[in-house]
């Protein structure tokens, strides 16, 4: 039997990952060797991907998710810790925060224009118990990590990048502890499942390295090869491990990263001017020449508008879109885990947002298409 992809009347989807030919072809190459769990490729991998980032190494894990928990372990954050944390995020960053028994404090957005976690918030939250802070590039969109490094200095803290969004752009994992990207299916490139954890510090990669495959001092590779024949067990690790076929996949993917993110910027910019043109009443946050790996077309409707009618309209028309992102602090788990939290400039931002499809498929054309449609589920 085979799989198909299922059938919608879907015409444009937000975001469609490219993968074919050379992802095919990486896959086999990797099965005809017979190896497939973690082994070459993945530390390949890791170092063609850290070279990307001006970086001499990184470690590659299962998921973004699981590099942030691992990265706040290595960084020795637990029980009674207090971790800054933006709620406008997708809810990985902050169960991280959770998974290690710390106490996630939620700071709100600048403003709408920039929402990216607030600096003066932050300060405003930062106590005694105050470990790291987590900083994260909503939409691609580069956080002023040079402000956020002589904050962390100064407060004594870590500053841990969630660069989710951000993969292959000049400044990110430069000036944190540790920045973790995710290759999840939807991102800028993808492993299918996936992440990377980058970070300057040497022995806290080498620390991150271990606790990724369940605080061992030998990888299996080592011992198939004569080079180990036993190992050591010297924390409490995990097992969460890139194996070789998604390595393969990442490193076909990352030969084309940096076009892609180029045609997601060029999209963005014409996104903005048809918009502008188009539909003046909708605003798209962050400064046209914001440094940008313009992961998410996110855009404000006009207060007061029917969101949830426009969205249904958008599909009807075969134009999927999406919200980036409900507030964590108002999922049911965290209201009930820290109830009255007050973010007024996030919680306005949420109600408005609306993220529009954006991936490197996509031609002028679709998106003439796609303002045209938004501009009619909002005024007819
Ligand atoms: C996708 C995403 C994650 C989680 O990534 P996984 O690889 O799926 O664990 C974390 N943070 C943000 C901001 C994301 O967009």
Not at 135 to 158: C, N, P, T
Not at 216 to 234: F, I, K, N, P
Request: one cysteine or more.
């Amino acid at each position: 039997m085979t799989y198909k992809k299922k059938e919608t009347n879907l015409t444009i989807s937000l975001s469609d990952p490219v993968i074919g030919e050379k992802e095919k072809q990486s896959l086999c190459s990797v099965i005809d060797s017979q190896w497939i769990t973690m082994g070459e490729r993945v530390a390949e991998f890791e170092r063609s991907f850290a070279a990307v980032h001006d970086a001499k190494d990184a470690v590659a894990i299962s998921s973004c998710t699981a590099g942030l928990h691992l990265a706040l372990i290595a960084l020795n954050i637990g029980s009674g810790d207090e971790v800054l944390v933006p709620s406008l995020t997708f809810v990985a960053t902050v169960n991280a925060v959770l998974y290690t028994g710390a106490t996630p404090v939620f700071v709100d957005i600048e403003n709408e224009n920039t929402p990216h976690i607030s600096l003066s918030d932050a300060q405003a939250k930062c106590t005694p118990k105050t470990k790291a802070v987590i900083v994260m590039h909503y939409g691609g969109y580069l956080v002023d990590l040079q402000k956020w490094r002589s904050f962390a200095d100064e407060s004594g803290i870590f500053l841990i990048e969630d660069a989710a969004h951000a993969p292959g752009i000049g400044g990110v994992g430069q000036f944190s502890d540790a920045a973790v990207f995710s290759f999840f299916t939807n991102k800028n490139m993808t492993t299918a499942e996936g992440g990377m954890v980058m970070t300057r510090d040497q022995s806290l990669l080498n620390l991150v390295r271990q606790l990724r495959s369940h605080g061992m001092t030998s990888l299996t590779l080592d011992r198939y090869r004569g080079h180990a024949y036993s190992y050591d067990v010297t924390m409490l690790g995990y097992n969460y491990r890139m194996d070789e076929l998604r390595a393969a996949i990442g490193l076909a993917q990352l030969t084309n990263l940096q076009m892609w993110n180029r045609k997601r910027n060029k999209l963005s910019q014409v996104y903005r001017h048809i918009l502008s043109d188009f539909i003046p009443d909708v605003t798209v946050p962050f400064d046209k020449k914001h440094k940008t790996a313009s992961h998410l077309m996110a855009i404000l409707l006009p207060s007061g508008s029917n969101r949830h009618e426009v969205m249904l309209q958008l599909r009807k028309t075969g134009v999927q879109c999406s919200i980036h992102y409900p507030p964590v602090h108002h999922f049911s788990y965290y209201r009930d885990k820290f109830p009255g939290v007050n973010l007024p400039i996030t919680e306005k931002f949420c109600d408005r947002e609306l993220s529009l499809p954006l991936h490197p498929s996509l031609t002028e054309n679709h998106l003439e298409i796609i303002v045209e449609s938004l501009k009619r589920a909002m005024f007819d």
